[in-house]
């Protein structure tokens, strides 16, 4: 029912930047939450950035004044712009909505699009 794809991802050096991109589509909406999670190898998938309605964003400390979340409602799209990128953020970036249904919480989830960071 939602589909989320996800771009933007890559190689680059410490101190570099990147824009990652999640286009979603199907049965969400600019009232729906959205996140980007990341997960390193040998970790456990966590919490980067969320947007909710109204605009309202929250980071995890390790990014916070790095990274910006945001969102283009008419494009029913979610970017995460990472600048000044540490080799600690080399993970695998997930996108993610939810969408309550009968009661129901529902996660969605992108492909995942990889980071490395590294001279």
């Known amino acids: 029912q939602v589909q989320l794809v996800e771009s933007g991802g890559g190689s680059v050096q410490p101190g570099g930047s990147l824009r990652l991109s999640c286009a979603a589509s199907g049965r969400v909406s600019a009232v729906n939450p959205m996140a980007w999670y990341r997960q390193a190898p040998g970790k456990q998938r966590g919490l980067v950035a969320q947007?909710?309605?109204?605009?309202?964003?929250n980071y995890v400390d390790s990014v916070k004044g790095r990274f910006t979340i945001s969102r283009d409602n008419a494009k029913n799209t979610v970017y995460l712009q990472m600048n000044s990128l540490k080799p600690e953020d080399t993970a695998v970036y997930y996108c993610n909505t939810v969408v309550w249904q009968s009661g129901a919480r529902n996660d969605y989830w992108g492909q995942g699009t990889q980071v490395t960071v590294s001279s």
């Open positions: 947007i909710i309605s109204g605009g309202i964003t």
